[in-house]
């Protein structure tokens, strides 16, 4: 039997894309990393959710096309610190917890967000 993959287990398209509408405005209201989206218009803001939810959708093993650059390109020059990685990966814990992932889904996620930190932290 072939093994499911991320994609799948997670629940698709609609349960990404719920994990990004949870994310982002947590994100956003942050007082320390909140600053990467200030000065940003609305449209700008839903274009990123959009990047963000086709990255990881297709990151995933789903059937979407990821068009945007690469993590290094995106994040060079944004001066995001160790600091600011922790109070993200404090977010994504907690968005996790509200969405009740099962732990080895849980645990992939994680691993597969870590494996991009040496693209995205300066």
């Known amino acids: 039997m072939t ?4 994609y799948a287990r997670l629940g698709g398209y609609d349960a990404i894309s719920a994990v990004a509408n949870d994310l982002l ?3 956003m209201s942050d007082s320390q990393i909140g600053r990467f989206w200030k000065n940003r218009g609305e449209d700008g803001i839903n274009r990123e959710k959009q990047l963000l939810i ?3 959708c297709s990151s995933a093993g789903g059937p979407l096309l990821y068009t ?3 993590n290094k390109t995106s994040h060079k020059g944004m001066g995001i610190s160790e600091s600011d990685w ?3 990966i404090v977010h994504l814990n907690a968005t996790l917890d509200n ?3 099962p732990q080895q889904e849980r645990s992939d996620v994680i691993a597969f967000i870590e494996s991009t930190k040496a693209d995205i932290v300066e």
């Open 68 to 70: 945007g650059r690469d």
């Open 99 to 101: 969405f009740q992932l």
């Open 25 to 27: 405005p947590r994100l």
């Open 86 to 88: 922790e109070q993200f």
């Open 54 to 56: 086709d990255y990881l």
């Open 3 to 6: 093994e499911k993959t991320l």
